[in-house]
């Protein structure tokens, strides 16, 4: 840089300097006055929150906060749980059978007595639902239920996360007449085979990063400029027909464009979405029956839906099926075309829609037993809005943990990856169906052995008081309520006893699991009849999932290799998230609004609350709680999840004992102790070799990185994950 180079620089920032500094008054004039509206809100909820029959919820919504917002202001309006009874003395119970002889047997379940819900006064079904509404309305969920399991916040336990915070209270069922009735179907609400096949919709595959685009008619580059939303619809229906109604993004990421200048990816996300849109397009206002209007804000895989005229267009990323591994827009496109040809011979009215979660419960539902006369011909009943919001408060998802120094050492022989392949088929083959029975601690007590052990057996959700045998050494057996929202942990201290809810899985490999018996007290529970409701369907996707892999190892051609390999990634994913989609969380519904004259924000709905602002528009979204889902089925997500996680820790796998004959026992709890050093949904992270053998099989474990030499044990997600793409590529290297 010379002088004169040097002086015009000078220049330019004075420039900046001057075009700033009037936009910083007017940013500290508009802070000042959002805190006065901050203040003034406030206030108003303290008043509001004096009333005496405020509900959290109802504040929350008026107020555009979360439930936990308004319980900060309002520590009153917090939703309470039954009052712990006494510990009573443990009745006993044989060992089961595949319990070393030599082991102590499992300590008993034993009754509690029912105790009251200090807020159930009076029968007032209403104010018990308001009461469970607060206790769920966390409106942290992605529109789509796309189904996508939402993965537990690796929260530490309350003993490393200070005092400073307070776990969630999970809720209980109310106590007498007033729980009771809410063990009842959804009034003409069932789930029921469809009667009509879906709209096939033309598809394109585009590489934002290069231009590239492929669909059914050919492949060209296009000029997209910034790769904003107009330059996208501009250029490519200028090549392409209108009949293409779905563009997916293969790679380029275009809605991360200028995420430096957000202090959230949602906030960039949201500001591509909404940007200017070409002459004659707009935001999908209003759709068919079986798609859904207006944007999916999210900071990953986003979807944006427009319209011109009866045109309707939904640029989505193929990130929700599979992660393409760079694979180029044609190699893409055959997986999608091998994908539909695996799963033609399976289901006859197969249409690939938007996502996964979306495609997997439309092909489940075309499983539901169709002949006259035949058990749940007439639809599988939805159960009443109490329960279905009792399990979305109570039963958690996959298994994300990352144990940190000083439970394992700071630095550790070496790093191990197994993951279980196509695990949640495996626990599929038993449902919960119908309405559930409530078994109190008192109906649970007056059991026979036999009989509780059947109901531990069968498909069911129990609320339980544990007790961590004093020197456990190992992991945490069961998932407890963390501070944050959805935030789950993982108890493994000696002696200490907790309230948590649990399925009958995760219960049972608690009081059976092969290092010590932890004690268990029954408080309250859910028991299903059980069924296969879920069983041809996973049967059939796992046959599709199987005949891919197998085509993937045998072609001869690289790109159908490949096509094949991410085909049967995307078969896992629509059992994955078509599992998740029957969870049914609360509806998240969002919208943006065009900013007045002078910048003013203008008014947004009722309820909605504002989650990000950009130069011309905001964004708001609005939690509108439970739909009248005819397919809400959370009771056979909750049964999938919770088998999972105890798969986990031990499981039967598909390989045999040379010795016994028996399947060999895999998991964290087969594994020596101190060697966990994370989990992530199905996926163990140890510092020990693993030998268990792959037998190909659905939730067996495969071996997916592995470096043998010591290693500094992860302390935070970005080490976590940089070990694991280390791992990874050194055991690839391995089979070079």
């Given amino acids: 840089m010379d002088n004169k180079e040097y002086s015009a620089g000078l220049s330019e920032l004075r420039a900046v300097r001057d075009e700033l500094k009037p936009l910083e008054r007017e940013l500290v004039q508009l802070q000042a006055k959002v805190g006065k509206l901050h203040d003034r809100r406030a206030e108003q909820i303290r008043q509001l929150g004096g009333y005496a029959k405020a509900t959290s919820d109802r504040i929350a919504t008026a107020a555009g906060l979360s439930v936990i917002d308004i319980v900060a202001l309002v520590p009153s309006l917090a939703p309470q749980s039954a009052p712990e009874a006494p510990a009573q003395p443990p009745v006993k119970e044989s060992a089961p ?26 029968n007032d079904r209403a104010g018990a639902l308001a009461r469970l509404r607060s206790a769920t309305a966390d409106g942290a969920f992605d529109l789509e239920a796309l189904g996508e399991p939402r ?67 050919g492949t060209t580059r296009l000029d997209l400029g910034q790769a904003s939303v107009a330059a996208i619809l501009t250029a490519v229906y200028a090549v392409a027909p209108a009949a293409i109604e779905r563009i997916y993004i293969t790679a380029g990421d275009p809605w991360h464009q200028g995420s430096e200048r957000h202090e959230f990816l949602k906030d960039a996300v949201a500001a591509w979405l909404n940007a200017p849109l070409p002459e004659g397009w707009t935001v999908e206002s209003s759709r068919g029956k079986d798609r859904q209007a207006g944007h999916l804000v999210h900071p990953r895989n986003p979807v944006g839906r427009w319209q011109r005229g009866d045109q309707h267009t939904e640029i989505r990323s193929v990130g929700e099926w599979f992660d393409p591994e760079g694979a180029d827009p044609a190699t893409v496109r055959a997986a999608f075309v091998e994908l539909w040809k695996a799963l033609r011979p399976h289901f006859e009215d197969v249409v690939l829609m938007g996502a996964p979660s979306q495609t997997g419960r439309d092909l489940w539902s075309r499983t539901i037993p169709a002949k006259a006369g035949a058990k749940w011909a007439d639809g599988f009943p939805v159960m009443s809005e109490e329960i279905r919001g009792l399990l979305h408060a109570t039963a958690g998802q996959g298994r994300t943990e990352l144990i940190t120094p000083p439970r394992v050492p700071e630095r550790v022989p070496g790093w191990f990856e197994v993951d279980r392949t196509f695990a949640y088929a495996k626990h599929t083959w038993a449902s919960g169906v119908g309405v559930p029975r409530r078994i109190t601690a008192a109906a649970f007590a007056a059991m026979t052995e036999k009989e509780q052990t059947n109901a531990l057996f069968a498909p069911s959700h129990w609320q339980v008081r544990v007790t961590i045998p004093q020197g456990w050494n190992h992991v945490g057996l069961l998932p407890a309520p963390a501070p944050g929202e959805r935030s789950w942990h993982y108890p493994y201290e000696g002696g200490r006893t907790f309230t948590t809810w649990a399925g009958g899985a995760e219960v049972n490999l ?52 490949q096509a094949c390999r991410l085909a049967s990634r995307a078969v896992r994913s629509i059992l994955l998230y078509g599992i998740g989609t029957f969870a049914q969380r609360p509806r998240i519904t969002t919208g943006s609004l065009e900013l007045g004259a002078g910048g003013e924000v203008p008014d947004l709905p009722d309820g909605a609350r ?15 709680g439970f739909a009248r889902d005819q397919y809400a089925h959370p009771e056979w997500a909750a049964g999938v999840w919770s088998a999972a996680r105890a798969a986990l820790l031990s499981v039967s796998t598909s390989a045999k004992d040379p010795q016994t004959g028996r399947p060999v026992k895999a998991g964290a709890l087969h594994l020596p102790a101190g060697s966990i050093l994370a989990f992530r949904t199905d996926a163990i992270y140890t510092s020990a070799p693993v030998d268990w ?37 050194a055991y690839e290297s391995e089979g070079m």
């Fill in 97 to 122: 059978v595949d319990q070393p002889a030599a082991q102590a047997p499992a300590e008993p379940i034993k009754e509690m007595s029912a105790a009251p819900d200090p807020d159930s006064g009076s």
């Fill in 151 to 217: 993965q537990a916040e690796n929260t530490p336990s309350p003993t490393d996360a200070g005092p400073a915070e307070a776990e969630r209270v999970l809720p209980s069922i109310p106590a007498g007449a007033e729980g009771d009735a809410w063990f009842r179907a959804e009034p003409g609400l069932a789930s029921k085979r469809p009667n009509f096949k879906q709209a096939t919709r033309g598809m394109a595959f585009l590489d934002t990063a290069t231009g590239v685009l492929v669909w059914q008619g």
């Fill in 510 to 561: 608690a009081l059976r699991n092969p290092i010590a018996p932890w004690r268990i007290e029954i408080l309250d529970g859910l028991l299903w009849e059980s069924g296969d409701p879920l069983k041809g369907w996973s049967t059939k996707l796992r046959e599709a999932w199987q005949s891919l892999r197998a085509t993937a190892d045998l072609h001869g051609d690289e790109q159908q290799k």
């Fill in 610 to 624: 504002l989650t990000g602002i950009t130069d011309t528009h905001v964004t708001w979204e609005r939690n509108q």
């Fill in 693 to 729: 053998e792959y037998g190909g099989e659905p939730g067996d474990y495969l071996l997916k990185g592995r470096m043998p030499w010591e290693q500094t044990t992860p302390r935070n997600d970005e080490e976590f994950y940089y070990l694991q793409g280390l791992g990874r590529q």
